[in-house]
């Protein structure tokens, strides 16, 4: 083909002094656009917090490791501007495009560490897509730069559900490893819940010396990651400790782990659906309101009313489940908790204790039967060894209930 073009004769001709006269306007409409165009991207380069702020924490901004890893003149952007959501930082928070490296051209996707901290926004998990669809379609290596603070919690709706969402970039991981597409992550900072996924699904991982990634409870005391996200991550790593670590999980092994799980899974959930037709009953026929109605009236001192609250919740909690038990009683003990000048804070963790622990009260408790499929004891065996246990949590809650400072200390430091 190369001699072709070399041989080939010129074709064409000059265009005419009036065509070029009359082409102008077209010419500069073109450069109005092109210079709106350069004005767009240049706010999306600078959306977030500045460069020298990044700077002074000893960190680079993804452009500057851009500028850095791929070799000079070869950086193509894709999808600067696309931002179907409108998201009020003015990006979706990706960086992608075509780039040689060590003159090997690869697809190049980065996460921008100046907008919240590299976090998913909506509509990223498009431009995600369509990045590692052109590494499959080009067959050339996927290169990630991760400083991931993970998903925007106020909106995650709008990542994980449907086909195209947040967990199909995992999906496509696969999909390339099996295509013999390697797929090479970089990691920088802290990467906890989606920058967490980033980090454990690459064919080859480079962490920096501060580097580190949120796995187990850990990332939920710290808040940086919800409990579902924390079981995704569990699952993950329990797989790859059986797999590579113990090499017990094996393909053969996996329908039996797979159905155990469901089993598992299935009798919590029968319990939990249980519990909303008598959450309905509790609801209609305003059993909270009766019982919070009766206390008011039997004392109107707190430490009392507070007592009654807790031996009300625990019996509550063990045949609901915490979240419709939530819904029940907030609205209806937060005014009283007021009237009586409960803290929010304070009444809101004493609740919340108290559901957590119907949650692990013989006999029904829900967490209760899962440890029971789980380690294969019987109910009778498990609440004997429980009990101790119990009476501490117990003591616990007496702590938090009678000394608000436990529970509001923190809360006041900060707001």
């Given at each position: 083909m190369k001699p072709y073009f070399e041989k080939m004769k010129e074709f064409g001709s000059v265009l005419p002094a009036g065509k070029i006269k009359s082409g102008e306007a077209n010419v500069k409409l073109i450069k109005e656009v092109e210079a709106g165009m350069s004005e767009a991207v240049a706010k999306v380069k600078n959306a977030g917090m500045p460069e020298s702020v990044i700077n002074k924490r000893g960190q680079l901004t993804v452009w500057q490791r851009l500028d850095y890893l791929v070799d000079a003149g070869t950086w193509c952007p894709l999808n600067t501007l696309y931002n179907p959501h409108g998201n009020e930082e003015g990006t979706n928070n990706v960086v992608n495009g075509l780039a040689k490296i060590s003159g090997k051209w690869a697809v190049v996707i980065g996460f921008d560490n100046k907008v919240l901290a590299g976090a998913w926004l909506p509509g990223q998990q498009e431009n995600i897509l369509r990045a590692t669809d052109l590494a499959k379609r080009l067959n050339i290596p996927l290169v990630w730069l991760v400083h991931c603070s993970g998903v925007k919690l106020p909106e995650q709706e709008k990542f994980y559900?449907?086909?195209?969402?947040?967990?199909?970039?995992?999906?496509?991981?696969?999909?390339?490893?099996?295509?013999?597409?390697?797929?090479?992550?970089?990691?920088?900072?802290?990467?906890?819940?989606?920058?967490?996924?980033?980090?454990?699904?690459?064919?080859?991982?480079?962490?920096?010396?501060?580097?580190?990634?949120?796995?187990?409870?850990?990332?939920?005391?710290?808040?940086?990651?919800?409990?579902?996200?924390?079981?995704?991550?569990?699952?993950?790593?329990?797989?790859?400790?059986?797999?590579?670590?113990?090499?017990?999980?094996?393909?053969?092994?996996?329908?039996?782990?797979?159905?155990?799980?469901?089993?598992?899974?299935?009798?919590?959930?029968?319990?939990?659906?249980?519990s909303e037709p008598f959450a309905w009953i509790v609801a209609v026929d305003q059993i909270p309101q009766l019982v919070i109605e009766w206390l008011a009236q039997l004392t109107t001192s707190p430490y009392i009313i507070l007592l009654l609250i807790n031996v009300f919740l625990l019996i509550l909690g063990i045949p609901l489940e915490t979240a419709p038990a939530l819904v029940i009683v907030t609205p209806v003990l937060a005014p009283i908790a007021a009237s009586l000048g409960i803290d929010p804070v304070h009444i809101g963790v004493v609740i919340c204790l108290n559901l957590v622990l119907g949650l692990v009260t013989p006999p029904v408790g829900a967490v209760l039967?899962?440890?029971?499929?789980?380690?294969?004891?019987?109910?009778?065996?498990?609440?004997?060894?429980?009990?101790?246990?119990?009476?501490?949590?117990l003591i616990v809650l007496a702590f938090v209930t009678y000394i608000p400072w436990l529970t509001t200390f923190l809360p006041k430091r900060f707001m």
């Amino acid at each position: 083909m190369k001699p072709y073009f070399e041989k080939m004769k010129e074709f064409g001709s000059v265009l005419p002094a009036g065509k070029i006269k009359s082409g102008e306007a077209n010419v500069k409409l073109i450069k109005e656009v092109e210079a709106g165009m350069s004005e767009a991207v240049a706010k999306v380069k600078n959306a977030g917090m500045p460069e020298s702020v990044i700077n002074k924490r000893g960190q680079l901004t993804v452009w500057q490791r851009l500028d850095y890893l791929v070799d000079a003149g070869t950086w193509c952007p894709l999808n600067t501007l696309y931002n179907p959501h409108g998201n009020e930082e003015g990006t979706n928070n990706v960086v992608n495009g075509l780039a040689k490296i060590s003159g090997k051209w690869a697809v190049v996707i980065g996460f921008d560490n100046k907008v919240l901290a590299g976090a998913w926004l909506p509509g990223q998990q498009e431009n995600i897509l369509r990045a590692t669809d052109l590494a499959k379609r080009l067959n050339i290596p996927l290169v990630w730069l991760v400083h991931c603070s993970g998903v925007k919690l106020p909106e995650q709706e709008k990542f994980y559900a449907d086909r195209r969402g947040g967990g199909t970039t995992f999906f496509r991981h696969a999909e390339l490893e099996q295509a013999g597409v390697p797929i090479l992550a970089g990691i920088w900072g802290t990467t906890p819940a989606g920058g967490g996924y980033q980090s454990i699904s690459p064919t080859i991982l480079f962490a920096h010396k501060d580097a580190n990634m949120a796995v187990g409870g850990g990332g939920i005391l710290s808040g940086m990651f919800t409990p579902t996200e924390a079981a995704g991550i569990a699952v993950v790593y329990a797989a790859m400790v059986g797999a590579f670590i113990y090499r017990k999980l094996r393909l053969k092994t996996l329908p039996d782990v797979l159905l155990k799980a469901g089993l598992e899974s299935g009798m919590v959930m029968m319990l939990i659906a249980m519990s909303e037709p008598f959450a309905w009953i509790v609801a209609v026929d305003q059993i909270p309101q009766l019982v919070i109605e009766w206390l008011a009236q039997l004392t109107t001192s707190p430490y009392i009313i507070l007592l009654l609250i807790n031996v009300f919740l625990l019996i509550l909690g063990i045949p609901l489940e915490t979240a419709p038990a939530l819904v029940i009683v907030t609205p209806v003990l937060a005014p009283i908790a007021a009237s009586l000048g409960i803290d929010p804070v304070h009444i809101g963790v004493v609740i919340c204790l108290n559901l957590v622990l119907g949650l692990v009260t013989p006999p029904v408790g829900a967490v209760l039967f899962a440890v029971c499929g789980i380690s294969n004891i019987s109910m009778d065996r498990l609440a004997k060894a429980v009990w101790k246990p119990f009476v501490v949590a117990l003591i616990v809650l007496a702590f938090v209930t009678y000394i608000p400072w436990l529970t509001t200390f923190l809360p006041k430091r900060f707001m």
